[in-house]
């Protein structure tokens, strides 16, 4: 147990730069954008649809608030898992710097590892 641990911390520990198939678009959604179920749907068909351009998508996850209104790591943030590094690549490339909804999106590459683990603070 203790050693499948220490893999999982050294594997979540990778250096930036490592190839990923996964995309981090930060400052895309307000919070109050997905408190509602109908425009939480709309947002990610949306992100579906937009992300589908660049390659084919795995996984389209978009962390909601905590309805305690505690605080929920990785809301206002989009995560694109896409089947190959490329379609990351392409995805971060075309859409860093857009516009989603009036905010200017931040897209950067995100390690598998910590997306799988759905570790969405990072």
């Not at 050294?10 to 425009?39: H, S, Y």
Request: include cysteine; charge should be neutral; hydrophobic fraction near 35%.
């Amino acid at each position: 147990m203790r050693s499948s641990r220490l893999l999982c911390r050294r594997l979540i520990l990778q250096p930036q730069g490592v190839p990923t198939k996964v995309v981090c678009l930060t400052q895309a959604l307000n919070v109050d954008d997905l408190r509602d179920d109908e425009e939480y749907e709309d947002i990610v068909g949306d992100m579906r649809q937009e992300g589908g351009k660049y390659g084919a998508l795995v996984n389209v996850a978009i962390p909601r608030p905590n309805p305690s209104g505690e605080p929920s790591p990785g809301v206002g943030k989009v995560f694109l898992e896409y089947t190959d590094v490329e379609g990351a690549k392409k995805a971060q490339a075309a859409m860093n710097g857009r516009k989603f909804g009036g905010n200017q999106v931040i897209g950067v590459l995100y390690l598998e590892n910590k997306f799988a683990l759905r570790e969405y603070e990072g």
